[in-house]
């Protein structure tokens, strides 16, 4: 299972393109055949797109880009607080997302959906800041 060495070397070449990526990943089993869907999807887009997969049964991350820039996961954080608000809703009585005032609904779709900055400062500050939002992160076991 997995991607072969071949195809794990052309996806993780930082200047691979998508089309070379995708044709290399091509029914190399469950995680290449994963990975050349997102990358077909990717060959759509206008721009520099960079995908990174983790395979957890293997342990293994795969990376590919069709450009040579490097490029920055400064909307990381927006999973960050996401997680905040989710955490703090599930002690609600309710389920999740009927439970969620529509406007953090909205602000929580558009900061994921299409990585909006706006929303995702909307939801930073309105939680709290940076404070509430490091308390909550020392609340993660993480093992790194």
Known sequence: MGIS???????????ATTATAATTAAGTGNSGTALNGVLQYLHTRKGVAQVALFDKTTGQTYLASDGTDAQYTASIVKVDVLALWLWLYQSVPGSIPSNLPYSIQYLMRNMITMSDNVAATSLFYFSGGCNVLTQFDTLIPTHN
């Open 5 to 15: 060495a071949g195809a794990t070397a052309a996806i993780t070449a930082t200047a």
